[in-house]
């Protein structure tokens, strides 16, 4: 194992491993690379597939300009993410951040200019950290910008950026920006569009992310928040400014070593990539499931790729009409699971889905529901094995049977 790179922290784990009936896996950074990078934009009500080279965004983004503005300024502000070393080649540049941050701030970095400049001039005041909870993070600027006054003559002194799940984002927006750097009011018409980008991003397997801004008028330029007590203002009539979309490639790595054999053969070997693991894990007899923040239809494309869906699956997880729906749960069908609709099952509904279908993805899960998933598994008399590489998967990875923390490259210490 150790030659493997894996640390055993246990050896009793070892044992439990062989005895492994279903796999409880994360996404990001498991079954994908963690490596994302910037592919699309839907922005001016466009969907643009972006490249990483100046002149050619400033060209495409230019009869957008005045939008286009507004949109780096909060994919700029929004963020947490640094260089931390200065290599010429911004794609290798190391950065503090996670993988999602870190791969749109070398994207502005690319097609904008030095990040570090462009903050400065909108100094941070305030910021709520991400939480997988309400699934959005936001921070309060100092408004530089002199054109930000409001139709009325007041003055904003304070800029609010948003970014987070879109479907979370939209609800708290009441207008969404033009093309034109104006604003209109959400209609059905605006959310079917809206709804279509999403539904196109996401079905590439592309991770997307929604971003909207306010101006505040009502705020002295000494005001100093208080976000913990959430008494200054209240969340909502923000401005939508659109969505990234980013590729977070599976694992298909191999890693080739070459070896001179008696001076003519040639020795390969190689890793396998996340495809051959699952269909080696399906001929012993092991149940994938798939457990994922992201968003279902994300969730569904991975899952294709990677092999864990092989049929058509369904949405619905209401068991309402039994007759037809033990027509349809066949030992095989495939399954996804929505983390709203995961809340409102019962533990007997959650164990017959899990006992009915082959395929099973969750999605838009939170902690506590990947912690529910393991217990109930567990509850069928399942060995459950859990992987994942963040912090979210901490609670699950502690009541499995065997827990499989995944390293930055893949690489897994096993507890028990």
Not at 72 to 81: D, F, T, Y
Not at 268 to 284: G, H, L
Not at 370 to 376: A, F, G, P, T
């Amino acid at each position: 194992m150790a030659s493997k790179q894996c640390l055993v922290k246990h050896l009793e784990a070892v044992e439990t491993l062989g005895s492994t009936s279903t796999i409880c896996t994360d996404k990001t950074g498991t079954l994908t690379q963690n490596r994302m990078t910037v592919e699309h934009c839907w922005v001016g009500n466009v969907i643009h597939r972006v490249s990483h080279e100046k002149n050619e965004v400033q060209e495409q983004m230019s009869p957008i300009q005045k939008c286009w503005n507004a949109y780096i300024r909060c994919c700029i502000l929004c963020s947490r993410a640094e260089f931390t070393d200065n290599n010429p080649d911004i794609m290798k540049r190391a950065c503090s951040g996670d993988a999602s941050e870190t791969a749109i701030v070398r994207f502005m970095e690319s097609v904008i200019g030095p990040v570090i400049k462009y903050r400065a001039q909108y100094p941070k005041v305030a910021e709520k950290p991400f939480s997988s909870t309400y699934k959005y993070q936001y921070s309060i600027h100092k408004n530089s910008d002199i054109n930000s006054n409001s139709k009325d003559g007041s003055i904003s002194n304070f800029l609010l950026v948003m970014k987070g799940a879109p479907e979370r984002i939209v609800k708290l927006c009441s207008t969404m920006i033009t093309p034109d750097g104006g604003s209109i009011d959400i209609d059905d018409e605006v959310m079917k569009n809206f709804e279509e980008a999403y539904r196109e991003l996401g079905s590439m397997g592309e991770r997307v992310i929604a971003f909207c801004d306010y101006e505040f008028t009502q705020f002295p330029p000494d005001y100093k928040f208080n976000l913990d007590e959430g008494n200054d203002f209240t969340l909502g009539n923000f401005r939508f400014l659109g969505l990234i979309a980013l590729i977070d490639p599976p694992r298909f790595e191999f890693q080739i070593n070459i070896k001179l054999v008696q001076k003519s053969k040639v020795f390969i070997s190689f890793r396998p990539s996340v495809p051959d693991a699952v269909a080696k894990c399906r001929s012993a007899g092991i149940k994938i499931i798939m457990v994922t923040g992201d968003h279902p239809i994300t969730a569904q494309a991975i899952a294709k790729m990677v092999g864990i869906f092989t049929h058509s699956h369904r949405r619905s997880t209401r068991i309402s009409m039994p007759a037809i729906d033990n027509i349809v749960r066949a030992g095989a069908a495939s399954i996804v699971v929505p983390g709203d609709e995961l809340a409102e099952l019962q533990d007997e509904e959650l164990r017959d889905i899990l006992k009915d279908y082959g395929e099973i993805v969750f999605a838009r899960t939170s902690p506590q529901q990947k912690l529910r998933i393991v217990e109930n598994c567990q509850y069928l008399g399942q060995i459950v094995a859990v992987t994942g590489d963040g912090v979210n998967d901490s609670p699950a990875l502690k009541k499995a049977n065997i827990g499989i923390a995944m390293g930055i490259t893949g690489n897994s210490t096993f507890y028990f």
